[in-house]
């Protein structure tokens, strides 16, 4: 199990396991909305023929099963290698006994997109850290697509902004969407609270009444989790709802980018319609771009500028055909650059006619 807690202080949900490395310390939100933006579709055909196996299976259908493993093999050459190579010969298409390799299609996949093994989701839940007993109880538990598509409609519910519900709070909304839509299995009864200790954390086993020194309480002030009650989480499923949920019940507000459309929490009592996530290929910020196209839009519209453009490309096209020299280009470009700036400013505290005619009149244009 790996325990998961929100510290409301720092605003962050922290994850810890004893037996494996899933220390995760994220701001709240980011784990859950960066699962949503998690692209299952090749991860989706594997779990879908591992589905099938389990009908087939339980119908006893060889045949059925040997084509199944056929299409598997075909869709995860790498998977397939690698699997092959630790079963040695042991390892026939035929042989329909050793079932243990096909959640590790799923588990261990080489084809499939990586990113999705990088989520801290997947990398903190036991059920990717290790190979499990094959059951087809649990099968259900590696429906991510399913899992992300349900919470992407609930947070669409949860969110938007609907004339009927609009003053109900997020927790609310959650219970009016789940009255509504009836899926009641958008809960997690596995997930057990308890208290967590880190390996060290014991120092005596039972309380003398002058045990107590100085560094026990140093310990206990700078102890980050004590005294919280951590929740154990085993599926990919749990970390979402207990994530979700912790949302869901502070008073916070979520909002959904103006410019990428991926949803953030709104930060104190700074209101902005844009992220602070840096979109692929882009050096700034959501927030950033925005605020450089806002610039760049208003300067489009703004006439001193138009006018300063116009005059640009007209001495420019004399320059490249020689009617001006370079000297006198340059000379122009830095004193018309000059004035356009100071009047630029001018104009910006109050426009007027007379001041762009003033401008137009300096650059010669009609
Ligand atoms: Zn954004």
């Given at each position: 199990?790996?325990?998961?807690?929100?510290?409301k202080?720092?605003?962050?949900?922290?994850?810890?396991?004893?037996?494996?490395d899933?220390?995760?310390?994220?701001?709240?939100?980011?784990?859950?909305?960066?699962?949503?933006?998690?692209?299952?579709?090749?991860?989706?055909?594997?779990?879908?023929?591992?589905?099938?196996?389990?009908?087939?299976?339980?119908?006893?259908?060889?045949?059925?099963?040997?084509?199944?493993?056929?299409?598997?093999?075909?869709?995860?050459?790498?998977?397939t290698?690698?699997?092959?190579?630790?079963?040695?010969?042991?390892?026939?298409?035929?042989?329909?006994?050793e079932?243990?390799?096909?959640?590790d299609?799923?588990?261990?996949?080489?084809?499939?997109?990586?990113?999705?093994?990088?989520?801290?989701?997947?990398?903190?839940?036991?059920?990717?850290?290790?190979?499990?007993?094959?059951?087809?109880?649990?099968?259900?538990?590696?429906?991510?697509?399913?899992?992300?598509?349900?919470?992407?409609?609930?947070?669409?519910?949860?969110?938007?902004?609907?004339?009927?519900?609009?003053?109900?709070?997020?927790?609310?909304?959650?219970?009016?969407?789940?009255?509504k839509?009836?899926?009641?299995y958008?809960?997690?009864?596995?997930?057990?609270?308890?208290?967590?200790?880190?390996?060290?954390?014991f120092t005596?086993?039972?309380?003398?009444?002058?045990?107590?020194?100085?560094?026990?309480?140093?310990?206990?002030?700078?102890?980050?989790?004590?005294?919280r009650?951590?929740?154990?989480?085993?599926?990919v499923k749990?970390?979402v709802?207990?994530?979700?949920?912790?949302?869901?019940?502070?008073?916070?507000?979520?909002?959904?980018?103006?410019?990428?459309?991926?949803?953030?929490?709104?930060?104190?009592?700074?209101?902005?319609?844009?992220?602070?996530?840096?979109?692929?290929?882009?050096?700034?910020?959501?927030?950033?771009l925005?605020?450089?196209?806002?610039?760049?839009?208003?300067?489009?519209?703004?006439?001193?500028?138009?006018?300063?453009?116009?005059?640009?490309?007209?001495?420019?096209?004399?320059?490249?055909?020689d009617?001006m020299?370079?000297?006198?280009?340059?000379?122009?470009?830095?004193?018309?650059?000059?004035?356009?700036?100071?009047?630029?400013?001018?104009?910006?505290?109050?426009?007027?006619?007379?001041?762009?005619?003033q401008?137009?009149?300096?650059?010669?244009?009609?």
């Amino acid at each position: 199990m790996t325990f998961i807690s929100y510290n409301k202080k720092l605003g962050k949900i922290l994850t810890t396991n004893p037996y494996f490395d899933a220390d995760f310390e994220k701001p709240l939100g980011d784990m859950f909305f960066s699962f949503l933006e998690l692209d299952f579709s090749s991860y989706n055909e594997s779990y879908k023929i591992l589905n099938e196996y389990f009908v087939e299976s339980i119908r006893n259908d060889p045949d059925s099963i040997v084509e199944t493993r056929k299409r598997l093999w075909k869709l995860n050459p790498k998977t397939t290698q690698q699997i092959k190579e630790r079963f040695s010969q042991v390892y026939d298409i035929t042989d329909t006994a050793e079932d243990l390799e096909f959640i590790d299609f799923l588990v261990l996949n080489q084809d499939i997109n990586p990113d999705i093994y990088q989520h801290p989701y997947l990398l903190a839940s036991e059920y990717f850290q290790r190979t499990p007993e094959l059951d087809i109880s649990i099968i259900g538990d590696y429906d991510l697509d399913e899992l992300q598509s349900i919470f992407k409609e609930l947070l669409e519910f949860c969110v938007n902004e609907n004339e009927i519900y609009k003053d109900l709070s997020l927790l609310e909304r959650y219970y009016l969407y789940l009255r509504k839509a009836g899926k009641a299995y958008i809960t997690a009864p596995g997930m057990r609270y308890s208290p967590y200790f880190e390996y060290g954390f014991f120092t005596g086993t039972h309380l003398k009444s002058d045990s107590v020194t100085q560094q026990d309480i140093e310990y206990i002030k700078k102890y980050p989790f004590v005294g919280r009650f951590y929740v154990n989480c085993q599926t990919v499923k749990d970390f979402v709802f207990f994530e979700f949920y912790t949302i869901i019940s502070q008073d916070i507000e979520i909002k959904k980018c103006h410019r990428c459309g991926k949803y953030f929490i709104q930060k104190g009592n700074y209101h902005t319609d844009y992220c602070d996530r840096v979109p692929e290929g882009k050096r700034h910020t959501c927030k950033k771009l925005a605020a450089i196209e806002a610039r760049a839009e208003k300067l489009k519209s703004n006439p001193i500028l138009k006018e300063f453009e116009k005059a640009y490309k007209r001495n420019y096209a004399r320059r490249k055909n020689d009617i001006m020299s370079p000297a006198e280009f340059s000379e122009w470009s830095n004193k018309a650059t000059a004035e356009r700036d100071r009047i630029a400013l001018e104009y910006a505290e109050g426009s007027s006619e007379q001041l762009l005619q003033q401008f137009k009149d300096f650059l010669g244009n009609k």
